[in-house]
C-alpha cells in the first residue's frame, strides 16, 4: 500500500503527516509556523521532506490559489503567502513524485472518498466560511477545467438586482451573501432597512459591530432580527445552490465550513427540491475535519500515481 | 465507417437522414409531420426505421425532454409531443442498437465534434432561442449528472433581487431573462421605467405588442431605447456565462439559437474576460446549422456503441 507525506500549506502554519491510501494517518500530524520570506519557506519544504521521504512513495501538498492543470505550481496570487511563491516548482523539492492541488479542491476529495459524499460519483462540496469555496466531482473525477481553475462558484453572480460589493471588488458574487463576511453584510442591510432592528435583542449595538456570532446567538433566543438575517442569507444560499443543482444534476451535495454548520441542512434539501428541474438531490453536513486538505491531496496523488 | 439512422423528433416534424461516423449525409433529409397521438407517433417511427435500418449500424434520436442515464427513455414531461411518449422504450423500436439523447446535448456535441468547439475538450454551448438551452463537455465528454438531466443552465437564478416570473412559473430563472422571452420582457420593463421609451421610434405602440425584432430593427436605426434594451438582455447573458465560466473554466463557449446571431459576441468574450477569476476564455458563434440535433445524436451514438 503506497504511502504519501501529505502537507497543506495555510497562511500561518504547515502541517504535515503520512497518510496511507485510504485516508489513514501513519504518522502525528506536524507543524511548523509558516516563514514570511520565499527562501526560508522553500527551506522548510525541503527539511520537511527530507525528514520523511525515505518512508514515502509521493509527496502532496495542499495549498490556497489556483494549481496549474499539470498539477506542479501555484499560478495565482495567494496573499497570504511571501512574494514569490508561484515561481516555487513544487516538483524540484524532491527526485520522488509530487502533487499539488488546491486547498478546495483536495477537501472536495477527502469528503468523496471518506466523508459524506463516499459513494456519490457526482457531488458538490460547498465550503461555506469567511469566503466561499468549492470542489466539483463528476462521474468520479475532479472538474479542474482547461487550466486547473475550475469550481470557482463563490464567484457566480447572483441577485446581481442588489450590487453588493464582495471583498474581491466585483458585484454581486456568490460569496459576498453565502459567506460569513456576507452574512454580516446581509445582518448590516437589515439592521439599516427593516423595523425588526428596533425591537432586537442588538437594537443597542453599533450596526457596523453586529458579527456573525451575534446572529447565530440572537437565532437561539428567539430575537426575530437574528431570525430574519439569518433566513435571508440562507436563502441566498439557495439560490445559488438550485443553480449548481439545474446544471450538474449531481446525487448530493455537501456543505462544509465554519459557517456551514450553523445552516439547516434538512431545510435546505427541501428548498433545492422544490425548484429544480432536474432529479432530486441530497443534501449533507461535511464529515472530514481540518486535516481535509492533508488527506485529500495524498489520496488525489495516490490516484495520478 | 459506421452508419447511423439519425432521427431529431420535433414537436411539428420528425426529421431523418443517414449519417456517417464523422457527421456526414450519406442521404436526403426526409420529413414528416409530428402525429398527435402516441400510437401513430409509434407506428411513424417504426416505418422510419423499417425503411431505413437494413443500411444502417445504429439508430439514434435527439429528442425534447430529460432522457435517463442509459438513453433509452424520455423521463420529463415534454409538452409539445403526444401524451405517453415518456412510456416508449426507444430500444423496443429496432434490433440494432438504439440511442436517445436531449435536443440540446446532440446539438453541443455536434458543435463540439465538427463545429465551432471543435478541438476544446472542456467547452459549454449555449442555445439562446424562445428558452435558453445548454450542453456542456468537460474533458470531451457530455456532462450528463446522476439521471441524464445536467446541463440545465436556463434555470440557473440570476437577479434574485428583480423578481421577474419565468414561463415556467419560477422566479428569476436565467432563461427569463437570456432568452428570446426575456428580451420581450426587458423590453417591456425597460418601456414601462425609462424616460427613453417617450422618444423611441416604438413610442406610439403598445407596451406589449413590441417584438424582440422590434428592438433588433430598432437596434440597426439607432433607437436609444432599443439599444438600452438590448444592452439590458446581453449584460443578463453576460452575468449567466461569468458564473459558467469560473464553475467550469472552460477552453470556449459556443452561443448557438436563434436569438444568439444577434449577440455582440467580441463585447461578451471581453466582458467575461474582465470578470472572471478563472483563466481567459474564448466565444464563438455556432456553426451548426438546424440539423445538429441529428448529427450530434448520430455521434453520439457512434461513440456509445
Redesign the interface.
Known amino acids: 500500500m503506497k504511502k504519501v507525506l501529505g502537507i497543506d500549506i495555510g497562511g500561518t502554519k504547515i502541517s504535515y503527516a503520512i497518510i496511507d491510501e485510504k485516508g489513514n494517518f501513519l504518522s502525528q500530524i506536524e507543524k511548523k509556523s509558516t516563514p514570511k520570506n520565499i527562501d526560508e519557506l522553500k527551506n522548510l519544504f525541503q527539511s520537511i521532506i527530507k525528514s520523511k521521504e525515505n518512508d514515502v512513495d509521493i509527496i502532496s501538498f495542499a495549498t490556497a490559489g ?1 494549481v496549474n492543470i499539470s498539477n506542479t505550481r501555484v499560478e ?1 496570487s495567494t496573499p497570504n503567502m511571501p512574494e514569490g511563491y508561484n515561481k516555487i516548482d513544487f516538483t524540484e523539492l524532491s527526485d520522488k513524485p509530487v502533487y499539488v492541488e488546491n486547498d478546495a479542491n483536495c477537501a472536495a476529495w477527502a469528503e468523496y472518498k471518506i466523508g459524506a459524499a463516499k459513494g456519490d ?2 457531488t458538490i462540496i460547498i465550503t461555506l466560511g469567511t469566503g466561499v469555496g468549492g470542489g ?1 466531482i ?2 468520479g ?1 475532479l ?11 463563490g ?8 450590487g453588493r460589493i464582495c471583498t ?1 471588488h ?1 458585484k454581486d458574487c ?1 460569496e459576498s451573501y453565502a459567506s460569513g463576511s456576507g452574512l454580516k453584510m446581509t445582518a448590516e442591510e437589515i439592521a439599516r432597512t427593516s423595523s425588526l432592528f428596533k425591537s432586537s435583542i442588538y437594537n443597542s449595538k453599533s450596526i457596523r459591530d453586529i458579527t456573525t456570532y451575534d446572529i447565530i446567538a440572537g437565532l437561539k433566543q428567539n430575537d426575530l432580527y437574528s431570525k430574519e438575517v439569518f433566513d435571508t442569507w440562507q436563502n ?1 444560499i439557495i ?2 445552490l ?3 443543482t ?6 448530493s451535495i455537501v456543505i462544509s465550513g465554519g459557517m456551514g454548520e450553523f445552516t439547516d441542512i434538512k431545510k435546505i434539501e427541501n428548498d433545492i427540491n422544490s ?5 432530486p438531490v441530497k443534501v449533507k453536513l461535511a464529515k472530514t475535519s481540518n486535516n481535509a486538505g492533508m488527506i485529500g491531496s495524498a489520496l488525489l496523488a495516490v490516484a495520478k500515481y
Do not use: H, Q, W
Open positions: 489556483a495565482s460519483d457526482n466539483i463528476i462521474e473525477k472538474l479542474r477545467g482547461k487550466s486547473g481553475r475550475a469550481g470557482e462558484i464567484s457566480m453572480k447572483i441577485n446581481s438586482g442588489r474581491c466585483r456568490y441566498d439560490i445559488g438550485i443553480g449548481l439545474n446544471i450538474f444534476d449531481p446525487d425548484e429544480i428541474v432536474v432529479s
